[in-house]
Nanobody, 122 residues
Framework: QVRLVESGGGLVQTGGSLRLSCAAS????????MGWYRQAPGKQRDLVAR???????NYADSVKGRFTISRDNAKNTAYLQMNSLKPEDTAVYSC????????????????WGQGTQVTVSS
């Protein structure tokens, strides 16, 4: 069992900032990549940003220069700092983690949080 809990979403004005957090808990041995995805109504879920266990990052072109992903491995937590928000950023943001489960039988689990709503008003 692995649980990802997102927090930090909400309603902001254009140009504002939000910081999303994703805390992972459960039978975690280690976490490889963590990432943030978003999905707007009627659209596919798209990658926003990902970060490896070593700290390498990649971003969607639409958020480069505005969003920053980071992680605290000791806390099994990832963050997404979102600056200069635009109405086009409005979506449900979901956290993803590639988890190696603890136990006698090791297995990987692609885990997702329930998502947090980000709404940017114009």
């Amino acid at each position: 069992q692995v649980r990802l809990v997102e927090s930090g979403g909400g309603l902001v004005q254009t140009g504002g900032s939000l910081r999303l957090s994703c805390a992972a808990s459960g039978r975690i041995f280690s976490i490889n990549d963590m990432g943030w995805y978003r999905q707007a109504p009627g659209k596919q879920r798209d990658l926003v940003a990902r970060i490896t266990s070593g700290g390498s990052t990649n971003y969607a072109d639409s958020v480069k220069g505005r969003f920053t992903i980071s992680r605290d491995n000791a806390k099994n937590t990832a963050y997404l700092q979102m600056n200069s928000l635009k109405p086009e950023d409005t979506a449900v943001y979901s956290c993803n983690a590639d988890v190696l489960l603890s136990g006698l039988i090791n297995r990987r689990m692609d885990s997702w949080g329930q998502g947090t709503q980000v709404t940017v008003s114009s």
